[in-house]
């Protein structure tokens, strides 16, 4: 039987947010005006966000042809090219099968495990998932391996949690599988807070099958009873997608009771969170299950002896357990050939912010920042000049370009400040103002605060106060002390991490970038042009070529000139919105 | 607490809706947050009436569900408009300009930069930090459908979209 041709969208969170849903809407009706047999699907995320909405064409006798930037107005052109004249589109192009293109590099430079299904498989069809080896990894374990074997086959693989805090996974089945209890949990942390990370959500969207095998092999190797997904609210495809899986993974009796005839059960449960990014961490997501408030506790006892109920509990970050279907599959000695001494396999990062090719790069560990970040990224939008990198969210820290060759594993961040955190890179230019990121931080973490503890609740505040004076202009020279001294009764004091790293952001600035602080305090300045507070804004009357645009869009009319002659900006009305600086498409804006 | 007379089959509906709620979580141990999750999805809110429901059927103080609406962003002790814009504050669209996409949104509906509720009850405006889809910042999320990649004009000319259309879904 001749293989139908098939047109493929991207819809993940991210397809529909560029406007995949129509583009989908127009391709139905092209194929329908034109009477043309062919599929029509959707997949998960491939990770090339910057040039969603992403569609593919696959076309007998011609390679698979991947279509960037894809607006429902393009489609009519595109269907009759491909499909009606078997001729690629070349506008539109972004990768060809098996052919060299300019943005080949993103797919090219990076090594897939985790990812390597996303935005291929229809996340919702388990046959797709079966059909390239899916659930062999389980049929494998259950079978073959004694749950002991299961977890030294991890523990030798030396794959170590992705949530954070990169503790070692096998250790960690092996604290909570001698754990007494009468029920054993595991679960599933997909809350996903840090602000900047989607890799989990990309996963969870686009191969939601691997996640759950993944969880059910650990439940079988711990001797877990039940089965959690804490999953966040804000989430809604993947809740849909992850609900689904369960249904057709219980159908084909890799989920349930007696589990492949091993004996050995499982159910599992999706709870969604309602908002709250402490709920991340351990203790705190076991309370939010139990139905209370999500606040930390002091830990000793452990999950591993006393989690969900007071019953010993595994809890494992959602890329974690993708990578596990994988090694158990192709074995622990070709992960553990991947990455660095102390840092096994690969990792996902989300590159965004600045970048070129912003989306989603697994890269093996020991892999540098600078591959990651120009080899993958493709370097920074517009020809700017790199400024930094943030890596690991509101935990984390900004590494400056000095720093580039940095690689990336468990070891060699912590030793320049920053951490491998959940894996948000987020890359900025000159324009970004370095105080400013920080306040962002602090704001957040001041904002998730549970409140339990003092020094996290009233500390992150008084840093808080600080940064904002010091954007105001308001800044004192003692500030830059007074920082670093609260920086480390924080770090001391708090309960669980999120006070315990709050500071980082901070910390990582003042070392690589303290002149950005002293020309705030000193100078009261802002050497990116961004603190409102500290600039005015000006037209270059060399350059400004008076187009009108910026006098049209100002708000306040402080904007006048004669259409041809250059303007000028009325700073007494000016109140520093920005748009005229955004929208001169001369460069003729600029700020002081 | 019987209403007055002619709402009563407003609340009547919603209690039964309640308690089907309420059944279904029965048997879960410690599900109070589902609960409280579906009954604001059908009612768009949690008032105290429906709390101090929820206490007593679930063996809890009303207290004790309040500390637990209040912990979580996602309570809203408030009715909400018919359209809830959710606009990203997370790292990413914070370095692409959320603040002023916020600045546009708020301004468009004549409300302050906090965010709230429109006086005809159609809009209802939130900050959240991350919808996850950063690449395609700045986003906001109307209904929870995402509109990324925005600047001011183009964010504003969104939220008229959804003026013009008189009667459109209501998100969750
Ligand atoms: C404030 C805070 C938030 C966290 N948020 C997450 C999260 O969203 N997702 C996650 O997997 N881990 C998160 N963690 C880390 C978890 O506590 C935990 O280390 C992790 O889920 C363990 O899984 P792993 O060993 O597979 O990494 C957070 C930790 C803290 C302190
Ligand atoms: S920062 Fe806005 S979607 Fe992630």
New interface residues.
């Given amino acids: 039987m001749k293989k139908k041709d098939k047109v493929v969208v991207g819809l993940a969170t991210c397809g529909i947010a560029a406007g995949g849903v129509e583009v989908m809407d127009e391709i139905a009706r092209e194929l329908k005006k034109r009477r043309l047999d062919v599929e029509l699907d959707e997949t998960g995320c491939i990770g090339c966000c910057f040039a969603e909405v992403l569609v593919d064409f696959e076309k007998e006798g011609m390679p698979r042809v991947t279509y960037g930037d894809v607006r429902p107005e393009d489609v009519p052109a595109l269907v009759e090219s491909h499909l009606v004249n078997g001729k690629i589109l070349k506008e539109k192009v972004l990768l060809i099968e098996g052919r060299k293109t300019t943005e080949a590099d993103f797919l090219k430079k990076q090594t897939r495990i985790v990812l390597g299904n996303c935005g291929i498989l229809d996340p919702e069809d388990i046959e797709d998932y079966m059909g390239i080896g899916g659930y062999e990894g389980l049929r494998k374990a259950l079978s073959g391996m004694t749950p002991e074997q299961v977890r030294k086959e991890v523990l030798d693989s030396g794959l170590r949690g992705r949530g954070g805090a990169g503790f070692p996974t096998g250790a960690k089945w092996n604290f909570c599988a001698r754990a007494e209890g009468e029920d054993k949990y595991i679960v599933c942390n997909a809350d996903e807070g840090d602000p900047g990370a989607f890799m989990d959500r990309s996963v969870l969207e686009g191969d939601p099958h691997a996640v759950l095998e993944g969880m059910i092999i650990a439940g079988y190797a711990i001797g877990a009873t039940h089965g959690y997904i804490y999953c966040r609210a804000e989430y809604p495809l993947a809740v849909k997608r992850l609900k689904m899986a369960i249904r057709d993974a219980t159908g084909k009796g890799f989920l349930g009771s007696d589990i492949l005839g091993s004996g050995y059960s499982l159910d599992i449960i999706i709870k969604e969170g309602a908002g709250a990014f402490v709920c991340g961490e351990e203790t705190a997501l076991i309370a939010s299950i139990e139905g209370v408030r999500g606040m930390p506790r002091p830990r000793p006892p452990f999950p591993a002896n006393k989690g969900i109920w007071g019953m010993p509990t595994n809890i494992n970050n959602v890329e974690t357990l993708a990578n596990v279907p994988w090694i158990i599959r192709e074995g622990a000695g070709k992960f553990a050939r991947l990455g660095t001494k102390g840092s096994k396999g690969t990792k996902v990062f989300c590159l965004t912010g600045k970048v070129r090719r912003g989306g989603l790069a697994e890269v093996a560990m020991g892999t540098t920042l600078r591959e990651v970040i120009f080899g993958v990224g493709g370097g920074i939008k517009n020809d700017r000049p790199f400024k930094a990198v943030q890596i690991g969210g509101p935990s984390g820290g900004c590494l400056p370009a000095e720093l580039l060759d940095t690689p990336v594993d468990y070891d060699s961040l912590p030793a320049a400040g920053a951490i491998m955190g959940s894996g948000g890179m987020v890359i900025v230019d000159d324009t970004t103002c370095m105080v400013d990121l920080a306040k962002y931080f602090l704001t957040f973490t001041q904002m998730e605060s549970c409140g339990k503890c003092t020094p996290c609740r009233i500390g992150t505040k008084r840093m808080l106060e600080i940064l904002t004076r010091i954007c105001e202009g308001k800044g004192e020279p003692e500030d830059i002390e007074r920082l670093e001294k609260l920086a480390v009764d924080i770090k001391d004091g708090s309960l669980c991490a999120l006070g315990g790293t709050a500071p980082n952001p901070v910390l990582t600035t003042l070392r690589y970038f303290k002149d950005e602080y002293e020309a705030h305090i000193f100078d009261k300045r802002c050497p990116a042009g961004l603190c409102s507070e500290l600039v005015t804004f000006h037209i270059d009357p060399e350059k400004c070529n008076g187009c009108t645009v910026c006098a049209r869009n100002c708000p306040t009319g402080a904007i006048t000139g004669e259409k041809k002659e250059p303007h000028g900006i009325d700073q007494e009305k000016c109140i520093k919105c920005r748009e005229c600086l955004r929208r001169c498409r001369f460069d003729a804006v600029y700020t002081v | 607490m019987a209403g007055k007379a002619g709402k009563v089959t407003d609340e009547e509906k919603q209690r039964i809706a309640l308690d089907r709620v309420l059944k279904k979580y029965s048997k879960q141990?410690?599900?109070?947050?589902?609960v409280?999750?579906e009954a604001q999805e059908g009612l768009g809110y949690l008032s105290e009436e429906t709390l101090g429901y929820i206490a007593r059927n679930t063996g809890r103080t009303l207290a004790?569900v309040y500390?637990?609406v209040t912990?979580?962003?996602?309570?809203r002790l408030e009715p909400i408009g018919r359209h809830l814009v959710r606009i990203c504050?997370?790292?990413?669209c914070?370095?692409?300009?959320a603040e002023?996409i916020d600045?546009a949104v708020c301004?468009h509906l004549d409300l302050d930069q906090e965010g709230g509720t429109t006086p005809d009850m159609e809009f209802t405006v939130e900050k959240?930090?991350?919808?996850?889809?950063?690449?395609?910042?700045p986003?906001i999320l109307v209904d929870?459908?995402?509109?990324?990649?925005l600047?001011?004009?183009k964010a504003r000319k969104v939220i008229r979209e959804y003026q013009k259309r008189k009667q459109g879904a209501r998100g969750?």
């Fill in positions: 141990k410690g599900a109070l947050i589902p409280l999750q004790q500390g637990v912990f979580y962003t996602q309570f504050h997370g790292t990413a914070h370095v692409g300009g002023d600045a301004g959240v930090v991350c919808v996850g889809a950063c690449s395609l910042a986003i929870n459908v995402a509109h990324g990649r600047d001011s004009e969750s």
